[in-house]
């Protein structure tokens, strides 16, 4: 399988033409094993690419496919190539199998819906494309993937095409994605100049060899991010996440949890050689993360649909990755890559079983009381907001403490550093209140909903409980792979030693993170004392209270509530200042410039053909008349020189 790793893409897009083209045809069963067979077989045939890598690959070395060249032109060129390495490798089973997952839980949930052949192509489709993006060897060929998720994105969020703000959802994502992808395109375009490659290899090794000045070099990583804010949705392009929302929530919990948005964070930590050398690039980086990670921790807290919530928790925890690359821990940035694959997933598609039982009803003041009626996906729920909570030693506890504990410790701008870390932590506190406002408002309480959706109430059948069982098991396990430290256990940090050929000690350039014991104990004590003094908070406000705490606190502050709930009035703020200027500018060039350009075109048109037609009366082909014309000509110019 190492010399055919195209194969890997290649099954999840064969699954998409038969779907696509013949899903109508064959009916939801064939579909359904199409489906399911594509995504299983790309995570088996995966699996088994990386078991022939260990073998062959002791040093963990990289591994290239080299298919074909796609071009070579005025001395640059770049090659259609796959390649292995740690890094990929754990992209690489991330999306494979949480990919497996999500497929098997969809039967379940879209198999009363229309279009389901088309669901499960756009679906085929998206793997295909992410695969592209984590094999990629080169900026160019992973930009390819990284258009197909887009495009997949825009396909599957407004999958409900018949519903105006599903279509306007996905429109917004495709536009404001094509905002970021400007910026990659440009950082490209600066690699093609200055290096006359964009393999990753070789402009990271010309970098290194001090061929790259360091302004080129801070400019690339910058414009390199600006395309990561936009796949990843950090300010100021987080905006299309949240309405993603508004396609199916198995799309929800692939696309926008588990891979497509991490895309940004793995383009960036494949760029760490470029970034440790220009520290300038990395504290934009962790400050936007930080800023990204607590302004939407606050926008959550006053959320009332259960998959904004999650939305908003989503931007949140993607700003931690992003603290984690921009303060130089970058294996720990994957790390909450890797632990937020498992926990979010599982909370995405546990509010899917919530919304299932309650026939479609997305707002939790409808909710109440369903730990009784549907107890897999609560106990499966429960220990996903356990783990995002940061609650030891579930996974979210490792992977957010360690980014935390490496902001404060960062040696590249310690003075920011701990201010990143200090926005980092309060947007810690903010995660664990919030999740438990969720959870208390669903599964404690009294029912709220109608007496017809308390009467339908029912489990989830296994399609969807087995895949939240599977990723509720990693939710509490997945932290082990980089226990810290302070622990002292016989085996420490796994991912940290898998991940040091991508993220090498090169002298001369910055120095990885070195975190002392000291501090990384005192920055889990902190933040795991804020944790639990956020549950006791929720439980104190929302146990036996339901909405009534929202109420009181919306009576007592309702400027501050509803400036929440209403997203600090950003989209509107973009409304009002980007979109609504645009739209003046096109009605103006419309009807004032197009106005003035077709009349004076027409204008024009019209001239020629008056002259055409007024010509076109003397040249009558009668001799008579040309005769008669001359006759007149001679009796004039007699007349003129008489």
Same mark, same amino acid.
């Given at each position: 399988?190492?010399?055919?790793?195209?194969?890997?893409?290649?099954?999840?897009?064969?699954?998409?033409?038969?779907?696509?083209?013949?899903?109508?045809?064959?009916?939801?069963?064939?579909?359904?094993?199409?489906?399911?067979?594509?995504?299983?077989?790309?995570?088996?045939?995966?699996?088994?690419?990386?078991?022939?890598?260990?073998?062959?690959?002791?040093?963990?070395?990289?591994?290239?496919?080299?298919? !074909?060249?796609?071009?070579?032109?005025?001395?640059?060129?770049?090659?259609?190539?796959?390649?292995?390495?740690?890094? $990929?490798?754990?992209?690489?089973?991330?999306?494979?199998?949480?990919?497996?997952?999500?497929?098997?839980?969809?039967?379940?949930?879209?198999?009363?819906?229309?279009?389901?052949?088309?669901?499960?192509?756009?679906?085929?489709?998206?793997?295909?494309?992410?695969?592209?993006?984590?094999?990629?060897?080169?900026?160019?060929?992973?930009?390819?993937?990284?258009?197909?998720?887009?495009?997949?994105?825009?396909?599957?969020?407004?999958?409900?095409?018949?519903?105006? !703000?599903?279509?306007?959802?996905?429109?917004?994502?495709?536009?404001?994605?094509?905002?970021?992808?400007?910026?990659?395109?440009?950082?490209?375009?600066?690699?093609?100049?200055?290096?006359?490659?964009?393999?990753?290899?070789?402009? #990271?090794?010309?970098?290194?060899?001090? #061929?790259?000045?360091?302004?080129?070099?801070?400019?690339?990583?910058?414009?390199?991010?600006?395309?990561?804010?936009?796949? $990843?949705?950090?300010?100021?392009?987080?905006?299309?996440?949240?309405?993603?929302?508004?396609?199916?929530?198995?799309?929800?919990?692939?696309?926008?949890?588990?891979?497509?948005?991490?895309?940004?964070?793995?383009?960036?930590?494949?760029?760490? %050689?470029?970034?440790?050398?220009?520290?300038?690039?990395?504290?934009?980086?962790?400050?936007?993360?930080?800023?990204?990670?607590?302004?939407?921790?606050?926008?959550?807290?006053?959320?009332?649909?259960?998959?904004?919530?999650?939305?908003?928790?989503?931007?949140?925890?993607?700003?931690?990755?992003?603290?984690?690359?921009?303060?130089?821990?970058?294996?720990?940035?994957?790390?909450?890559?890797?632990?937020?694959?498992?926990?979010?997933?599982?909370?995405?598609?546990?509010?899917?079983?919530?919304?299932?039982?309650?026939?479609?009803?997305?707002?939790?003041?409808?909710?109440?009381?369903?730990?009784?009626?549907?107890?897999?996906?609560?106990?499966?729920?429960?220990?996903?907001?356990?783990?995002?909570?940061?609650?030891?030693?579930?996974?979210?506890?490792?992977?957010?403490?360690?980014?935390?504990?490496?902001?404060?410790?960062?040696?590249?701008?310690?003075?920011?550093?701990?201010?990143?870390? %200090?926005?980092?932590?309060?947007?810690?506190?903010?995660?664990?209140?919030?999740?438990?406002?969720?959870?208390?408002?669903?599964?404690?309480?009294?029912?709220?909903?109608?007496?017809?959706?308390?009467?339908?109430?029912?489990?989830?059948?296994?399609?969807?409980?087995?895949?939240?069982?599977?990723?509720?098991?990693?939710?509490?396990?997945?932290?082990?792979?980089?226990?810290?430290?302070?622990?002292?256990?016989?085996?420490?940090?796994?991912?940290?030693?898998?991940? #040091?050929?991508?993220?090498?000690?090169?002298?001369?350039?910055?120095?990885?993170?070195?975190?002392?014991?000291?501090?990384?104990?005192?920055?889990?004590?902190?933040?795991?004392?804020?944790?639990?003094?956020?549950?006791?908070?929720?439980?104190?406000?929302?146990?036996?209270?339901?909405?009534?705490?929202?109420?009181?606190?919306?009576?007592?502050?309702?400027?501050?509530?509803?400036?929440?709930?209403?997203?600090?009035?950003?989209?509107?703020?973009?409304?009002?200042?980007?979109?609504?200027?645009?739209? #003046?500018?096109?009605?103006?060039?419309?009807?004032?410039?197009?106005?003035?350009?077709?009349?004076?075109?027409?204008?024009?048109?019209?001239?020629?053909?008056?002259?055409?037609?007024?010509?076109?009366?003397?040249?009558?082909?009668?001799?008579?008349?040309?005769?008669?014309?001359?006759?007149?000509?001679?009796?004039?110019?007699?007349?003129?020189?008489?």
């Amino acid at each position: 399988m190492l010399d055919k790793l195209w194969l890997i893409p290649l099954i999840p897009f064969a699954g998409f033409l038969l779907n696509g083209l013949f899903g109508k045809k064959i009916g939801n069963g064939l579909v359904t094993a199409v489906a399911l067979a594509a995504s299983g077989l790309t995570a088996m045939v995966s699996t088994l690419a990386v078991f022939q890598y260990l073998g062959a690959y002791p040093d963990h070395g990289r591994h290239l496919d080299r298919v !074909y060249n796609w071009f070579t032109a005025g001395g640059i060129g770049t090659d259609v190539a796959f390649q292995l390495d740690p890094l $990929s490798i754990v992209m690489l089973m991330v999306v494979t199998w949480v990919g497996f997952l999500i497929h098997l839980y969809s039967v379940g949930y879209m198999g009363e819906e229309d279009g389901y052949g088309r669901y499960f192509a756009y679906l085929n489709l998206f793997l295909s494309a992410m695969l592209i993006l984590v094999l990629g060897s080169s900026y160019l060929f992973i930009f390819v993937g990284w258009e197909g998720v887009g495009l997949c994105s825009y396909l599957l969020i407004g999958f409900y095409y018949d519903r105006d !703000y599903a279509a306007a959802a996905g429109k917004k994502a495709f536009i404001v994605n094509r905002i970021g992808d400007f910026g990659f395109l440009i950082a490209m375009f600066l690699m093609f100049n200055y290096a006359g490659t964009v393999d990753f290899a070789g402009v #990271q090794s010309m970098a290194a060899r001090g #061929q790259l000045t360091p302004t080129v070099i801070t400019a690339i990583c910058l414009l390199l991010f600006l395309g990561a804010c936009g796949k $990843s949705a950090q300010i100021p392009l987080y905006i299309w996440l949240p309405d993603a929302m508004a396609g199916p929530t198995p799309v929800s919990a692939l696309i926008h949890a588990a891979t497509m948005v991490t895309a940004g964070v793995y383009m960036l930590v494949r760029s760490n %050689l470029l970034y440790r050398m220009s520290p300038s690039a990395m504290m934009v980086v962790a400050l936007i993360g930080g800023l990204t990670a607590l302004f939407s921790a606050t926008i959550a807290v006053a959320q009332n649909d259960i998959k904004k919530v999650l939305a908003y928790s989503t931007v949140s925890q993607l700003g931690f990755m992003f603290i984690g690359v921009g303060v130089g821990a970058f294996t720990s940035g994957i790390f909450h890559l890797v632990t937020h694959a498992f926990f979010k997933a599982c909370l995405f598609l546990g509010a899917g079983s919530v919304i299932h039982a309650m026939g479609g009803e997305q707002d939790m003041r409808k909710m109440g009381g369903l730990r009784k009626k549907i107890p897999t996906t609560f106990w499966t729920f429960t220990v996903a907001t356990i783990a995002i909570s940061g609650f030891p030693p579930f996974a979210g506890f490792f992977s957010k403490d360690e980014i935390l504990a490496s902001a404060f410790a960062t040696p590249y701008f310690p003075a920011v550093g701990k201010l990143v870390w %200090l926005m980092g932590t309060v947007a810690a506190f903010f995660t664990a209140f919030y999740m438990f406002r969720l959870w208390y408002l669903t599964f404690t309480g009294d029912f709220r909903g109608t007496h017809e959706q308390e009467h339908h109430l029912h489990e989830s059948p296994w399609t969807m409980t087995f895949p939240l069982q599977v990723l509720a098991v990693l939710s509490i396990i997945g932290g082990f792979i980089g226990l810290p430290q302070m622990l002292h256990t016989p085996v420490t940090n796994l991912l940290e030693h898998w991940m #040091q050929p991508v993220i090498p000690e090169i002298e001369g350039i910055g120095k990885l993170i070195e975190i002392p014991v000291g501090t990384e104990a005192t920055v889990a004590l902190v933040s795991t004392l804020l944790a639990a003094l956020a549950w006791y908070l929720a439980r104190q406000r929302y146990r036996g209270r339901g909405l009534a705490a929202d109420l009181a606190t919306e009576q007592s502050h309702p400027g501050l509530v509803h400036t929440l709930e209403n997203k600090y009035y950003v989209d509107e703020g973009y409304d009002a200042t980007v979109v609504t200027p645009l739209r #003046q500018l096109s009605i103006f060039s419309w009807k004032v410039i197009d106005g003035i350009i077709d009349g004076t075109l027409g204008l024009v048109g019209y001239t020629v053909a008056a002259i055409g037609d007024l010509l076109r009366f003397f040249q009558t082909g009668n001799v008579r008349n040309y005769a008669l014309m001359l006759f007149g000509a001679v009796v004039i110019l007699m007349w003129v020189f008489a």
